[in-house]
């Protein structure tokens, strides 16, 4: 408890190195937002001077600083210029669509890249062996906005067996009661079947698209780590002593070779919410990558350094739960 | 003056090859890929900016083997003559960041001290960034051109450079050679360039060999968005970006030929990245 606590306390001065990072970053960004925004040819200097005094961008950079570091204390993100609405609310209606999306991506590239790693390692330089090297490496080189075309191609336009790849469901379906936001999770509590089946469809395009390019580091760590347990003296140990060949396996090679998996799980899954801004595209999903993407295309500061938050504080909650796990899974981490 | 070790090394490397076939793939494709860039516009049957209105939207045949685009471009010309530019970004990206983030990183690994603390911290700042989305801003901070391209791939990977050097130094810095060093009376400069850089320069290279394949898909990852290049300019991900649109209604050539020759390019990269790795750090053979 201790530790996790620590944890979280080191973590601080990360986070307040990316709040000032993502602050300059987006203060030299090119433009006068107020100028940007006044693009209605009837507004005149002064008024252009009043929107940058609204917008506080006629204070010094320090002051400016110090002015959104309140109000992020306040949970107050800002406002977005261009929809007007504030980016705290715009976020918490945008995560769970790119959430949802890739944690069923992650699910899918676990359930297959665990297995492959396994059976590679099992049986080192066999057929399987190089299938999973040559899978694993022809997946983290397809661009993944090429593996969605494709995808599309085939799947939709081909054997028509997809819904259109726009969106999270169909605009003729209503969407369910919101609860979690999550659309599958709360059509399942509205006891919508139909709904929920439509939302899971809408999602397997895109979240195949990610699991693609997430499989190679996860099967090659699989592989990587499986061997190097198989070859360690207690899994000869155990074999001398007649242990099956199941309980070798799983009880004490795979249980031993997890720790750098859980590891590799954790730098994926934050990678892969980071990188699904082309995704998001590819499939017109809005998600938090497609805000992140409109705020840099509209000058429009404020969502973009809500996301980054976002980004970089998930990217620590991730490195926690990925320290907590293994000290369950391996006690002797712990100390 | 000849080096004695020479042919044997070659004959280690050649058996190292052959010992994999996918090393010998990998490494067939890098040259066919190099020598496209190489002699791309030479190779193109076409003009690659050329349009033709009598022409648009064909699917491939024996005129326009990967067919033509909505302005009746020839695709082949196109992705042929876009190989320089993809790769001319990356590699220029990669060999950046990889000799700056090297020299930081060895550097700050051989003094320790407050500059180690500082820069470790702006290492982690950067790290917790979603990279992809941070290289997107920078280029839209810095100008929409190709060499911002450039540096803002090369910044992104910084972090993991600095990261490697640094730890490679730390390992090093007593080991015999060094204190060998020290007592012939070299100086810090004299040690750390002379006798470290060389001796981490084999983890550093598979990194970067591993790093390219990456720099090519960031690159066009920012193309495909409409940031860097700029059209008409032949460019990999601008022409998947263009094909995009008529994916849904069946063209797919469009699309799917550049989006080939990058999947090819990375692929083979990532190839020789291996292939690399299992000539150059025998640790790491499985």
Do not use: C
Not at chain 1, 217 to 228: D, I
């Amino acid at each position: 408890m201790m530790r996790i606590l620590l944890r979280l306390l080191s973590a601080i001065p990360t986070l307040f190195g990316v709040v000032l990072v993502t602050f300059l970053l987006t203060r030299v960004l090119p433009g006068d937002p107020a100028v940007f925004f006044a693009a209605n040819p009837s507004m005149g200097a002064d008024e252009i001077a009043a929107l940058r005094e609204a917008l506080g961008f006629d204070k010094s950079l320090p002051e400016q600083f110090g002015i959104y570091l309140i109000d992020l204390a306040h949970g107050d993100l800002g406002r977005s210029v261009t929809t007007g609405l504030p980016v705290a609310e715009e976020i918490v209606r945008r995560l769970p669509a790119s959430v949802e999306l890739s944690v069923l991506a992650f699910v899918l590239a676990i359930g297959i890249a665990i297995p492959l790693g396994l059976a590679a390692a099992l049986r080192p330089g066999s057929l399987i062996d190089h299938t999973a090297r040559l899978i694993s490496t022809l997946g983290v080189s397809v661009p993944t906005f090429v593996t969605g075309l494709l995808l599309i191609y085939v799947f939709y336009f081909r054997l028509g067996v997809s819904p259109e790849p726009i969106g999270r469901l169909d605009p003729f379906l209503f969407e369910p009661d919101r609860v979690t936001g999550l659309l599958t999770v709360d059509a399942l509590l509205a006891g919508d079947f139909e709904i929920f089946r439509a939302a899971l469809a809408q999602m397997l395009l895109p979240a195949t698209t990610m699991a693609i390019f997430a499989l190679a580091p996860l099967t090659r760590m699989t592989r990587a780590s499986m061997l190097g347990a198989m070859g360690s003296e207690f899994i000869r140990t155990a074999r001398a002593s007649g242990l099956g060949r199941g309980k070798i396996i799983f009880t004490y090679a795979f249980r031993n070779a997890l720790l750098p998996i859980i590891t590799t799980m954790g730098m994926t899954f934050s990678y892969m919410l980071g990188a699904n801004v082309l995704v998001e595209r590819v499939f017109s999903w809005p998600g938090i990558g497609a805000m992140a993407m409109d705020s840099i295309m509209n000058l429009d500061y404020a969502p973009l350094q809500g996301f980054m938050l976002v980004m970089a504080g998930i990217f620590i909650l991730v490195n926690l739960a990925t320290d907590v796990a293994i000290t369950l899974v391996d006690p002797r981490a712990a100390k | 003056m000849t080096n004695p070790h020479k042919p044997g090394h070659l004959a280690q490397i050649s058996q190292l090859i052959l010992a994999n076939p996918m090393n010998l793939i990998g490494l067939i494709l890098f040259g066919f890929i190099l020598m496209i860039a190489v002699l791309g516009s030479a190779l193109a049957p076409y003009d690659p900016l050329t349009t033709d209105s009598a022409a648009i939207l064909q699917s491939p045949s024996a005129a326009h083997w990967f067919g033509t685009d909505q302005l009746g471009r020839d695709i082949l010309s196109r992705t042929l003559v876009a190989a320089r530019l993809d790769l001319m970004i990356a590699i220029s990206a990669v060999g950046l960041s990889s000799v700056v983030g090297s020299v930081i990183g060895a550097v700050i690994g051989f003094k320790g001290g407050f500059w180690d603390g500082f820069t470790s911290r702006i290492v982690d700042v950067l790290m917790a960034f979603p990279l992809f989305v941070l290289a997107l801003a920078m280029v839209a901070a810095l100008g929409n051109t190709v060499i911002n391209v450039v540096y803002a791939t090369a910044i992104i990977n910084l972090p993991f450079y600095i990261r490697l050097a640094r730890s490679e130094v730390m390992v090093r810095r007593n080991i015999g050679y060094v204190e060998a060093a020290r007592v012939g009376g070299s100086g810090d400069a004299r040690v750390l360039f002379r006798f470290l850089l060389p001796n981490i320069a084999s983890p550093i290279v598979i990194q970067a060999s591993v790093n390219l394949g990456w720099a090519v898909l960031n690159a066009a990852g920012l193309s495909f968005l409409g940031l860097g290049v700029r059209p008409p300019t032949p460019e990999w991900g601008i022409m998947v970006a263009e094909g995009a649109r008529f994916i849904a209604s069946g063209e797919w050539w469009v699309a799917a030929f550049p989006g080939f020759a990058l999947m090819l390019t990375v692929f083979s990269f990532n190839m020789l990245g291996d292939s690399l790795r299992d000539m150059l750090d025998p640790r790491m053979r499985t």
